[in-house]
């Protein structure tokens, strides 16, 4: 056997023990206020038929999505002509050939196949979260991986605004649990796209508004107008919007846009965003943290109602979670008619963000709660005693196995962050003690083997 | 967009809501026993260089790796010869050429990759346990997937028998946690394999022992006495041998294998088993789980100390655990001298023989704690109140979406096994109270809204 230099596959990372303990201490969190509305925990196979996935996310996203190569002799109904052709299209026609299975490239479509394949068996409405990696054949750079986690929750199968609420509540109630306190949801509503492309001229309809917007933070007012004027505005409208958005932080933009669109046009959205604002109230929901504003647009074209968005102004960052009301994306497997609404947490950078910020509590670290020491051979049987007796009170114990050097066991239990070192030698062992030491204050105690577990025991 | 028919990948699986709670339930226990006995959490990426992974799994396995199309036009630098060569050598000689990534097969060969890439900044003992799924190409059939997860704990840089009496210990206390009553902890030695090989004539060493007892359950004595025959034992031998084979299940097996193999040759691994007895004895474990088995041989050939195996006898199952001493691993990396020991929970068969054994706790299925119902539009704002006053308390609420008929409320909390409906009807608006229903016994009882989240508080 050749023996390889060992490498990582470009654009992946192995989770050592320290980020494991971040990306646990985040889950863990995101997990508890996902159980604590309703949601139920859902996975699906790390591979999909290429055809469910192919033609969901764009000409580029085809081309970021991993394909599986087929097992065994996957070339014997290729033809030369076949070879020769998919050479000269740049491999293109040869996927589909040697390859039908891929990598999951997102949560949403393999739920959406969930969700079609198994209608007639769900209780709905269907509330589910979701935290699993996916992949993408994106070119690797600083922040960006070919493995990352997403984590989702969907209500799919009702189109009660409760849900709106209840999840922006979500958002504000995991936020604060994860130790973030200046952040802001913001909050638009969709539907209010159609009147504006409308009011302003656009031939495309709302999506001739919705990218154009969807790039205003990164590109500046002008580029949009620029834009929105090529796919056909009217310069007096544009005007009036562009107005609107260079006051959209002020506390009645929502009457104000509805003043300008015209009551009649405004009616639905409004009514929508008003009722949710009510819910939000009555679910005492901390408002401060939300915020209507019409400048969010969510590039994705399959949201339809309510749209979400969630910063921090604490650190410079892209938005840490997103997601809105969509109508039809079972619609792509055949089944119509469901409505969901959904939000995404963004883990990657959510862990950067606490990172940042120095949200993670030192305890998370911890290997255990105590690292037992003996010093010599004669004294290892009543260590293990000493072992056996913390774990069956429930106390977390390694026992270090490295000889006698005290020293060594000292940054042994360091470097695992393990609180105490319990020692034992000669003296301890025929007296049935153990001293025992706490490595952050640097004191140290002698007491009776049959106390030490109490040392342990939780509040 | 064209519409598919969606289904699953052949041979994978969603897990939905029950299945995610079983196997959630699983995990957990395992994962507290890990850290109880001062395990970390590690993860390795989904993708592995090809090369990391070819030439572990011999020839078979290399076979059953999922190989990752490369991305762009991989066919680029192919040529009509190698096509035309790969098309007559069953697409063997393609793969390397338009694939460089794989998907784990196993635990054990990333975490050896990651241990010689970072052997400098390791703290050695380096102690780690892995869950995660793998990915193999076999023909699926009933219990068996392309995707499965598998839960590793070794430890690595130790050469201490203590880790072997505590891996055992971790067993028993796993799986007694986990609800089984009746099972064995097999234990062998490695090391007993060369002098018995020796004593029975064979050639080829150790391995020619291991390989043909390794099936013993399987094909039964006759077969393996036949195959070692041919291996080149001597009858006299080889009669011997199996004489001890028929009485390996009484107690003092151990003193008759080291007498028919003489002091001389069995003192290493007797000293050592008899170590690890004394060392499980000091720790408390429940020896009656544990038996030394001189028939188990673990088929891989990179043990080379104590090796073990779990078998249930409650059910009819293969082996629900397995591992051992291993000294080369890190060696296929060119990194050599570290000694590591580690044991495997077959996580599927444990999830077979825990639902055969009915030992999943009914609370598991519990999405949450209660189900808020209103009647009608006016009651809805005290609803959100009492929503919002229980998950204030840290209560788990799902609050009812679908309209007024409390018939099909009751249905939905059923089917997601939520144990409580509070009703909150015109009256209860009114007097500030909620109706609560216990689902499982049928009672109903009114009460204050602030009086409700003592109800779910845990003791």
């Known amino acids: ?3 390889v230099k060992p490498s990582l596959a470009r654009g992946t990372r192995d989770f050592g023990p320290e980020l494991m303990a971040k990306r646990k201490y985040i889950f863990n969190i ?15 196979p790390a591979m999909e038929n290429l055809s469910t996935l192919t033609g969901k996310y764009g000409e580029e996203g085809d081309r970021l ?62 509330k589910r979260y979701q935290m699993q ?39 504000v109630e995991a936020f604060q649990k994860l130790g973030l306190r200046n952040f802001t949801v913001r909050v638009n509503n969709r539907k209010f796209f159609a009147p504006i492309a409308q009011k302003l001229g ?78 939000l109230e009555a679910l005492q929901v901390d408002t401060s943290k939300v915020r209507f504003d019409m400048t969010l647009a969510r590039g994705l074209d399959y949201y339809t109602g309510t749209i979400v968005e969630v910063v921090t102004h604490e650190v410079a960052m892209g938005s840490i979670g997103g997601g809105g009301r969509y109508d039809k994306l079972t619609g792509i497997f055949g089944v119509d008619g469901l409505s969901g609404v959904g939000v995404s947490f963004g883990a990657e950078r ?19 709660d105590v690292l037992v020491f003996h010093f010599s051979e004669s004294e290892s049987l009543h260590a293990a005693a000493v072992v056996a007796r913390l774990r069956a009170a429930g106390v ?26 319990a020692i034992i030698g000669e003296e301890e062992a025929k007296t049935d003690t153990v001293a025992l030491k706490n490595l952050a204050a640097g004191t140290q105690e002698i007491m009776a083997s049959s106390q030490l577990s109490q040392q342990f025991i939780r509040a």
Request: glycine share 8%.
């Open 1 to 3: 056997m050749a023996i």
């Open 30 to 44: 995101l997990e508890s206020a996902f159980r604590k509305y309703g949601f139920l925990p859902f996975e699906t």
């Open 65 to 126: 999505i991993f394909k599986i190569l087929n097992s065994g002799d996957y070339l014997g109904e290729v033809s030369l002509q076949q070879f020769e052709t998919a050479k000269a299209d740049g491999s293109r026609s040869f996927t589909g050939l040697v390859s039908e299975k891929a990598l999951r490239y997102d949560l949403t479509v393999p739920f959406a196949r969930f969700v079609a394949m198994n209608r007639g068996s769900l209780n709905f409405p269907f």
């Open 133 to 171: 990696p996916v992949w993408r054949a994106d070119r690797p750079q600083k922040g960006r991986y070919r493995e990352f986690y997403q984590c989702d929750a969907d209500v799919i199968g009702s189109t009660s605004l409760q849900h709106e609420a209840e999840l922006i509540a979500l958002y």
């Open 202 to 279: 656009l031939s495309g309809g709302e999506q001739a508004l919705a990218t154009p917007l969807d790039k205003l933070d990164k590109v500046g007012a002008e580029v949009v107008k620029a834009e929105l004027l090529e796919a056909g505005a009217s310069t007096t409208a544009l005007d009036g919007f562009f107005e609107l958005l260079a006051q959209s932080s002020s506390p009645n933009t929502l009457a104000q846009l509805c003043g300008w669109l015209g009551e009649e046009a405004a009616a639905l959205p409004k009514a929508e965003m008003e009722q949710v604002w009510q819910l």
């Open 350 to 368: 959510i862990m950067d963000v606490m990172e940042q910020l120095q949200l993670f509590p030192g305890h998370i670290y911890h290997a255990c």
């Open 396 to 421: 977390g114990v390694e026992w270090y196995s490295e000889g006698n050097k005290l020293k060594k066991a000292f940054a042994y239990a360091e470097a695992k962050h393990i609180p105490y070192l």
